[in-house]
């Protein structure tokens, strides 16, 4: 294998920047980060420093003012349209700290979602999301609609969502930043096993008890990188 | 996405605002209905004319006077040039047309006939030569038709429709009896099987007498209605040739003058009709085809709202991984299913339409068997044309941006 070949993730001097009438918000002013298969990362900072703009970034969500971003070895911008949304689709699995369920549809549904535009038929399609949602705990609540169900159970069923293409990165933007401290430890245990299971994770949060989850925390402020700090050995990949 | 997805993302979204939908689709509800209502009452007309003039049989034509009228300045320049036909010219067709198997005439008056207490108005009063009956022969109720000596003999007899026995004989047997007509009293020797009405008018409001008589009771000055059955129906051209010949000679026509007479044929009838309810259908297409555009301009507009509503949903989508067309496909599909909604609705009223007017009204409308398909064609072009913007609005919206939206 090619040395890099296990970077997920590759910025170099990563900047956004929004024009905001006659002034520039400089949400992001050159970020480099690389991620590794397997790491989990906990990225803290201050409200405004620009974690969820990062993450939007990492996510194909968004594209950056300038700077490079190389998703497994690949360049980012080169890609089209339809190229990242095969991305989203696929590769990346997006949690958000507003859950964006769709309110109507029910968990399940939900959570084929992803599955649908990933064109997997429907019996098969169905079968691995009661299996995600099973692995979130909430195999009694598949019919259930969002607003049928708890902060921590959304979440989760958000989480199952993200899951159920199995994708190689897990993003997730203060997961538990809408929950409360019991349920927010549900979810971290939750992302431990996943952990365990060999995917890659990383985390936007505040709270530094959910942070120590991680094996190494990024904190950024004013949008650079103010410390990258390895807590101890990510397990998945030690020999 | 596929289109089944599509299809069941849309009809779960049009059932969610199903007030909204309803009403957005009035126009194209209305419009389509008004159509299809149109189309009906004029395929009703049309099966209803053709079925009358069936018994105007193959083969045979009428020459007149003036022929149909469609408008009062052409009405008026034939009075003014056409001369009356006679008795004369049938006799000389009789004569000199030896591709005529039959040739006979009937001439007509309007008169009021009273009988005791009991009045009826505007009778139609046909003076015919009994040969007319072999050619457009005549269904008999009650007793028989005029006979040919009655004729010879300007016998005083009349043969009724069923309005002059429902309003002047209730209750009573009219065979035999007599009904007075410009002061004279004539022998009832049959009657008429009822016809009904089209469009309101009675068919059955006439009595029928000997031709000679009734050029003794309304004088000789009425032009007549020629009606001529050709030997061989399939070469009636032939024998119109021979009528136009004679007739222009007994006119004294020179030969760049056109003929002053008219040949009427059954499909000669047919096809004015159908020229004349044709355009009334392209009008009505026209004023329905504005109701049908407004209809697809709601549409339209109701969706750029829906995609304003739904803008984070549209997000959400894109986020896991919808492709732009996978939202337009879904956008789309539910403008052109809302769209195929309102066509249904239409039809299904145009349809419930068409069977009222026919059970109580005179018109004879009849729900045409293409307008389902043609509705569904129409509706699903106004929900592409009028979809797409829409649609590639939402496809084009930014993930992000979207999702920050509340
Ligand atoms: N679409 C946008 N338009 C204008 N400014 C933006 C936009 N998105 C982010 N910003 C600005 O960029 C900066 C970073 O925002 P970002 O959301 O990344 O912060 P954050 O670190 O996630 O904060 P928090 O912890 O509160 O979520 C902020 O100053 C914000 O106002
Ligand atoms: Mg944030």
Redesign the pocket.
Known sequence: MAPGSDEVIRTEALTRS?P?GSTI?H?LRGVDLVIRRGEYVAIM??????????MNLIGCLDTPSSGQYWLSGQPVAQLGQDDLARIRNKTIGFVFQTFNLLARATALRNVELPLIYGGVPPAERRARAEEALQQVDLGTRMDHRPNQLSGGQRQRVSIARALVTKPALLLA??PTGNLDSKTSAEIMVLFDALHRAGNTIVV?T?ERDIAEHAHRIVT?RD?QIASDELRKRPEAIAP | MNFVEGFRLALESIWANRLRSFLTLLGVIIGIAAIISTAAVIQGLNSYVSEKLSNLGKGVFTVQRVGLITNREAFLAAIRRNRKLLPADGRAIIERCPSASAVAWETHATIDIKRGTNEIRDVDVGGITPGILEIEPFEVADGRILAQHEEDGSAPVVFVGNDIVERLFPGIDPVGKDLRIKGRDLRIVGVAAKKGSILGFSQDNFVKIPFSLHRKLFGTRRSINISVQAAVPEDMETTMDEVRTVLRARHHLEPADDDDFTFLTAEGINTLWRSLTATIFSIALFVVGISLVVGGVVIMNIMLVSVVERTREIGVRKAVGARQRDIVLQFLVEAVLLSCVGGLIGVAIAWGLSELLAAYTPLPARFPSWAPPVAFLICAGIGVFFGIHPARRAARLDP??AL?TE
């Open positions: 929004f905001m918000v949400a900072g201050p409200s405004g420093s620009g974690k969820s703009t990062l933007d203060e936007v505040h950024i949008g | 992000i941006e920050r």
